[in-house]
């Protein structure tokens, strides 16, 4: 290269040379790490990490503790370290454990210090993702609904707005009361606590962000590595100076994204922090899986620059209850199923996949490391087909509503998840009146005098429908509103307020209006009665039972099924939709018992009442959609029109 002799090199005034120096100081401190304690922690040390003075590389796989019943926690754990990893990974899900504004919840499954002492007695350590934001495919990106009660939220929503950070700033330093006593430094197994959550694919407001790393440091986060990670293309939007980074990316990338890692933070550790193996899955979208070999080529690449390693999922699990969010990665509006297979390596269930022998191998080819023996697995049963033959109509479980004039969301109501039911009684006969619905959120069910007028999908985007009703007394309306889940990232997350903000019919607003709350949070008595078939869905409950005298994990069939929530032995599984592509529930033998279980349904969109279920031994995850047609594919390119199926007819 060209160079200078020294009588042809430039003169450098001394203010010109201190510049300089301060210029470069700067910029490396952007990239240097806060100090750290390498001799009893985990720490950066040049380009590799340190573990209490040793140099470690990061051979971790994620696992959610609220994502698989407390009774398999271990079990999955044994599986983790069998395919040769050395940490585990999980997300901190902040509305499971603040079901409303400082009122706590780590008991039972969210006992979150059980599952991480537990993994440390496994042999694992930990990478905590404490938030506040986790994304995940989680109902609302883990957010407590009742955030959106505050209308600020609009714009405050992971910002730097007092609005959101007093809420944030007591949660952190309530979850570091929990755990920050078990992060490395001070014995326990948590190497390092990430703070936020892609935020570079969201925003690039560092004063947000710094001002949470002093929230992290002054709760007591500080005895373990902070980092941030983002994509590749989020890096410079979502990093903190003096805080650790890593990158996070899909099959096919691990070159380019190790490599623009390592162009934002020369010299620092390169770090997978999410290499996802799988993807998730949308109601009324075909299953996605994804190819073993380009997989493995990516792993030689991470392994073999000797970067460390996230595998997100190498367990997926279940989104239990309702807590699966949604999505809009496909160009509209769709709910994340209730299964997160996530096609990973250990699968459901918690079997062990092709995938993750052929990742074992890999991985132990580069480590050396003695294999362990694969754990057994459970056992897996077969329920004959039983019959819920008992049912009853939603009207005759409906609880005291709220009177109101205007509608009211869910939030408003201090409600977060299930279904609202807005009522009103119309003051002059309709004749094939057009009714409109402002704001959606995010399924609603039209009927007239108790009898099913049609269906309006958010997905959809539609909001009118004509209540085709001949003349009569002025009837009754009814608008029964389900939340499908919330959706889980982007800006657009911020205004995820459920059920509708008005209604309109032939130009008039109504008013006048009686709310009923349905959080479904426990499945109501069925009893005795019999819900006769129609020719048009019901809303209603349907109830039977089963007997076993063992007990194991089995896959509940319900294809046969319409839309709506089911619950086994008072356990809310998740929710089921007969568009498809999940066609079973997965249901795990710690929540069964010998001798009689019960189940019982919600549907709202199948007209009969009695209704078939089954076990099976395997899961079906890639029914195929009908009539739902997929928008935009997720790898980006353009696809057909939306067309929504045809409603049913009126008989």
Partial sequence: MKTNSPSQAP?????????????????????????????????????HFVLKGRPFQVLSGEMHYARVPR?????????????????????????????????????????????????????????????????????????????????????????????????????????????????????????????????????????????????????????????????????????????????????????????????????????????????????????????????????????????????????????????????????SYRGNVTSYDYDAPIDEAGHPTAKFTAYRNLILKHTSEKALPVPATPPVIAIPPFTLATSTSLWDHLPTPIASQKTQTMEQLDQSYGYILYRTQLTSPVTGGRLQIDGIQDYAVVYINGRFVGALDRHFNEEVINLLISDGPPPRLDILVENTGRLNSTKFMRNERKGIRGAVLDGKPLTDWQIYSLPMQTAPAVGIKHVTPDSVPIPHFAAGSFMLTSVGDTFLDVRSLGKGLLWVNGRCLGRFWNIGPQGTLYLPAPWLKKGRNDVVIFDISSKTTTHKLAGLTKPILDVTPPDYEMDIHDDGSSNNTIVKPSPPPLE
């Avoid at 210029?23 to 490396?28: G, Q, R, S």
């Avoid at 952007?30 to 950066?44: D, L, Y």
């Avoid at 993702?129 to 495919?137: K, L, T, V």
């Avoid at 505050?150 to 007591?170: C, G, S, Y």
């Fill in 11 to 47: 003169r450098i005034t001394r203010r010109e040379a201190l510049a300089s120096f301060a210029f470069t100081a700067a910029a490396l401190a952007t990239h240097r790490i806060f100090a750290q304690n390498s001799a009893n922690g985990f720490a950066v040390e040049g380009d």
């Fill in 71 to 331: 009774a398999y926690w271990a079990a999955r754990m044994k599986m983790i370290r069998a395919m040769g990893l050395n940490t585990l990974a999980t997300y901190v899900f902040w509305n499971i454990h603040e079901p409303k504004p400082g009122v706590y919840d780590f008991g039972e499954n969210n006992d979150l210090v059980a599952f991480i002492k537990l993994a440390e007695a496994e042999g694992l350590h930990v990478l905590l993702r404490a938030g506040p934001y986790s994304c995940a495919e989680w109902e609302f990106g883990g957010f407590p609904a009742w955030l959106l009660a505050d209308p600020t939220m609009n714009t405050a929503l992971r910002t730097n707005d007092n609005a959101f950070m007093q809420p944030v700033e007591r949660w952190l330093h309530r979850l570091a009361k929990e755990v920050a006593s078990l992060q490395i430094e001070n014995g326990g197994p948590i190497i390092a606590t990430q703070i936020e959550n892609e935020y570079g694919n969201f925003s690039n407001d560092h004063t947000y962000m710094n001002h949470l790393r002093d929230i992290f440091i002054a709760a007591g986060f500080n005895k373990s590595l902070l980092y941030t990670v983002d994509p590749s293309r989020g890096l410079a939007a979502g990093e903190i100076d003096g805080i650790f980074s890593g990158v996070n990316f899909g099959s096919g990338h691990a070159a380019t994204a190790l490599d623009a890692l390592a162009k934002q933070r020369p010299g620092q550790p390169l770090f997978a922090t999410e290499y996802w193996p799988g993807w998730f899955d949308l109601w009324g979208h075909p299953h996605e899986t994804r190819p073993i070999e380009p997989q493995l080529q990516d792993l030689e690449v991470i392994l073999s620059r000797g970067a460390s390693l996230n595998l997100y999922m190498v367990h997926g699990g279940t989104s239990f209850g309702m807590m699966a969010g949604a999505s809009q990665s496909t160009g």
